[in-house]
């Protein structure tokens, strides 16, 4: 079956670092690949997603690219605000939108004035 | 316009006792997903149907979770004879499912989950 696999924090960077979370993901066919961010309070919101080898996602500043030789997904952020404070999860489906998302287990992202 | 809509937002139930969960997805949308959220175990996902159809029952946690969809639209998640390992976040999504657009949007909107806590 299809897992998905992100570093866990949480991941404590001052304001304007750079960020980097890893997200690597295993499946059968040709998945398309999901940033989802979960701010303090609030449901679930898309932040980005690639349907495709070689695609890049990008919202808000953040992007990220499908690399199939890698399996890979990270997500980077040139200078992140403390406003970016918020648990980030990678997320992956076998592509047609069919099945439901797999999850990584998500990424606490606190970011400090 | 409105979003994915969720209800009860919270509820506390006692060990042994039936609970029903609602999802109102967005209209239009021919999708809906249902996952729970726990410390444990992360997001799992459950079940989705497609119109009122659940193709795949698999990922239910055990045979005292059943769900329905009537009418294309609204959508209750059951479950009997509640354990406290049920205590979790249960979350519903919606989408356009691949064919009903042509290509590539069926981006899943979540709802704002129901907390569920059993005693």
């Known amino acids: 079956g299809n897992s998905v696999t992100q570093m866990e924090g949480p991941v404590t960077l001052s304001e304007e670092a750079f960020l980097t979370i890893n997200c690597t993901y295993t499946a059968t066919g040709y998945p398309s690949l999901f940033w989802y961010v979960q701010y303090p309070g609030e449901g679930l919101q898309l932040l980005l997603k690639a349907t495709k080898a070689d695609d890049k996602g990008s919202n808000k500043g953040f992007e990220a690219t499908y690399r199939k030789e890698t399996t890979s997904f990270h997500l980077e952020k040139g200078s992140v605000q403390v406003s970016d404070s918020a648990v980030y999860f990678c997320a992956g489906n076998s592509g047609g939108g069919a099945d439901g998302l797999t999850f990584g287990k998500g990424t606490h992202l606190i970011i400090q004035p | 316009g409105a979003g994915v809509s969720q209800s009860p937002s919270n509820k506390v139930t006692e060990k042994g006792k039936d609970v029903e969960l609602r999802c109102d997805p967005i209209?239009?949308?021919?999708?809906l997903y249902w996952y729970r959220q726990s410390l444990g175990q992360g997001l799992e996902f459950l079940i989705y149907?497609?119109?009122?159809?659940?193709?795949?029952k698999s990922g239910l946690p055990s045979d005292r979770f059943s769900a329905e969809r009537t009418g294309g639209s609204v959508s209750t998640l059951t479950i009997q004879r509640t354990q406290q390992e049920d205590s979790a976040v249960y979350l519903c999504?919606?989408?356009?499912?691949?064919?009903?657009?042509?290509?590539?949007?069926?981006?899943?909107?979540f709802g704002p989950g129901t907390r569920l806590t059993v005693t």
């Open positions: 149907f497609q119109g009122n159809s659940a193709p795949d």
């Open positions: 999504a919606s989408s356009w499912r691949l064919r009903d657009r042509g290509f590539g949007d069926y981006e899943q909107y």
């Open positions: 209209s239009g949308h021919t999708a």
